[in-house]
């Protein structure tokens, strides 16, 4: 059964939408239908924070509880709102009384032009909703995809810092319960759908149901976060003539952890699974606190960041040095395959018609296993990578490498591992004269080329240094190295 409206509360208004465009996006939606013109349009590209938003669902885990998240609505699409809670910067306020976390922006002076204020707001909301008592750094992640030109930040950020403790309840604590149970009813309507313009929508609810969509239709567009699919209709000005979102897939949104691996569903947000691989892992979790912004985080997922097939994808890399590999799944039947041949060439896999991405699964580290993760961009955060270099050693009790896996992102048309370098370094120690000849050997690995982001020689040279930089901090584990050490 197809439900053929998309339902979802605006503030703690049930709305009810159809006839609509769906490659409509939810800033456009609330500026354009709704003119709630509090959330401003700044980038259109999900960089500037301007157009945050924040939507509250059911969590994952605790159906009895709301789940509050920043997002950037200028990347989102309309119908992914069905069975949630959009929050926006007008209905903050309670009557004439600002909201705490508008109040305390008034208090410390932190607006001047106030075009970026609202996003400033909704992304210290979200925090507040989540933590009333924040630290700086804490602050400092949830307002990381937020730009402001002429306030500069340290107002913002104390305001943020300030607690919400003993604050009176701001309406939507008050109806917190209300919300709770509408949200839990709008779930169980069917797969909902939308259609405008002669372009369509569907969100189904499971598998089979996805399953049905694309066997009627082998290729229509899946999203999940559109974290970088929705650039292709805000920037090149592109429609989709069917989006099919997988984020209503119970089976794609679970995370399950075996004695041996981490099982990721692919439309997972990264915020949901960001602590689990930090724990094994604290250089992955490092990299993926680089991996767009907070708000990005919140949507994008790890099956769109490797479906996408992109060169410059920052999770690839990590994931083939981890030899992690990755469930497909078409009409019933699954097959496992290593992530690292998944990538064919310049945006080409291995994917079938009506195929889709089900899981990923990371190893768990054992004994003497080290993973080193280099981001290398011209911003530290909300970037993209020029080189992203994942190195996955093991060594045995002679420090002698009896494992390893060199994988880089940027330095050809697909993530790829370097297996000349993995060569010299095989069977090994790591020395100085081994890293001058794994050097040598990653020239004949790779020929990078020249882009916007860096120079074809620039990437060698880097990638190279590299090498050498994961030895030094395997050699000596005080040395200090990242520009996070001297922040």
């Known amino acids: 059964m197809i439900n053929s409206t998309i339902r979802f509360l605006l503030n703690n208004q049930v709305v009810t939408l159809e006839n609509i465009d769906p490659n409509l996006t939810v800033l456009q939606y609330l500026r354009e239908i709704q003119f709630n013109t509090g959330t401003k349009e700044g980038c259109a590209s999900g960089d500037c924070g301007a157009c945050t938003v924040v939507v509250a669902e059911l969590d994952r885990e605790n159906n009895d509880q709301l789940y509050y998240k920043s997002i950037n609505s200028c990347i989102t699409f309309v119908g992914s709102l069905h069975g949630k809670q959009l929050i926006t910067v007008e209905n903050l306020k309670e009557k004439t009384k600002l909201h705490h976390v508008q109040?305390?922006?008034?208090?410390?002076?932190?607006?001047q032009c106030g075009f970026c204020t609202p996003g400033f707001v909704m992304s210290s909301f979200a925090l507040h909703k989540h933590n009333k008592t924040p630290t700086r750094p804490q602050v400092l992640e949830a307002l990381g995809g937020n730009l402001c030109r002429c306030t500069g930040y340290r107002s913002i950020i104390e305001a943020a810092i300030t607690t919400s403790v003993d604050v009176d309840d701001d309406s939507f604590s008050q109806h917190y319960q209300t919300t709770l149970a509408t949200l839990t009813e709008l779930?169980?309507?069917?797969?909902?759908?939308?259609?405008?313009?002669?372009?369509?929508?569907?969100?189904?609810?499971n598998i089979d149901e996805l399953v049905y969509e694309l066997a009627q239709e082998p290729k229509p567009i899946l999203v999940a976060g559109g974290t970088d699919l929705a650039l292709?209709?805000?920037?090149?000005?592109?429609?989709?003539?069917?989006?099919?979102?997988?984020?209503?897939?119970?089976?794609?949104?679970?995370?399950e952890q075996t004695d041996t691996e981490?099982?990721?569903?692919?439309?997972?947000?990264?915020?949901?699974?960001?602590?689990?691989?930090?724990?094994?892992?604290?250089?992955?979790?490092?990299?993926?606190?680089?991996?767009?912004?907070?708000?990005?985080?919140?949507?994008?997922?790890?099956?769109g960041n490797i479906g996408n097939a992109s060169p410059i994808g920052d999770m690839p890399p990590a994931l083939i040095a981890l030899g992690a590999t990755m469930t497909l799944h078409v009409n019933g039947v699954e097959r496992t395959i290593l992530v690292e041949d998944y990538f064919v060439d310049y945006k080409k896999t291995v994917l079938k018609p009506?195929?889709?991405?089900?899981?990923?699964?990371?190893?768990?580290?054992?004994?003497?296993?080290?993973?080193?993760?280099?981001?290398?961009?011209?911003?530290?955060?909300?970037?993209?990578?020029?080189?992203l270099a994942a190195f996955f050693i093991e060594q045995d009790s002679d420090k002698k490498i009896i494992n390893v896996r060199l994988a880089?992102?940027?330095?050809?048309?697909i993530p790829k591992r370097a297996s000349a370098a993995?060569?010299?370094?095989?069977?090994?120690?790591?020395?100085?004269?081994?890293?001058?000849?794994?050097?040598?050997?990653?020239?004949?690995?790779?020929?990078?080329?020249?882009?916007?982001?860096?120079?074809?020689?620039?990437?060698?040279?880097?990638?190279?240094?590299?090498?050498?930089?994961?030895?030094?901090?395997?050699?000596c584990h005080v040395i200090e190295t990242r520009v996070v050490n001297y922040a």
């Open 262 to 303: 981490i099982v990721i569903g692919s439309a997972l947000p990264y915020s949901q699974f960001i602590d689990v691989l930090h724990h094994y892992y604290p250089d992955l979790g490092e990299m993926i606190e680089r991996i767009g912004s907070k708000q990005v985080r919140n949507t994008g997922t790890l099956g």
């Open 187 to 205: 779930q169980k309507l069917p797969a909902p759908t939308l259609t405008g313009n002669s372009h369509h929508f569907i969100a189904p609810k």
């Open 354 to 387: 009506s195929e889709f991405i089900k899981s990923i699964q990371i190893p768990k580290p054992t004994a003497n296993q080290t993973l080193k993760l280099y981001k290398i961009s011209k911003r530290f955060d909300d970037d993209i990578s020029a080189v």
């Open 232 to 255: 292709s209709v805000t920037q090149n000005l592109a429609t989709i003539d069917k989006l099919v979102y997988i984020g209503n897939v119970k089976e794609l949104t679970n995370i």
């Open 103 to 111: 109040q305390t922006l008034v208090d410390n002076h932190g607006s």
């Open 408 to 413: 880089f992102g940027g330095m050809a048309a």
């Open 422 to 475: 993995e060569a010299v370094l095989q069977g090994n120690t790591f020395t100085k004269e081994s890293v001058v000849k794994a050097k040598l050997a990653l020239a004949t690995d790779f020929q990078p080329m020249s882009d916007v982001r860096a120079s074809d020689k620039y990437r060698m040279t880097v990638a190279q240094n590299l090498i050498e930089k994961c030895y030094l901090e395997l050699q």
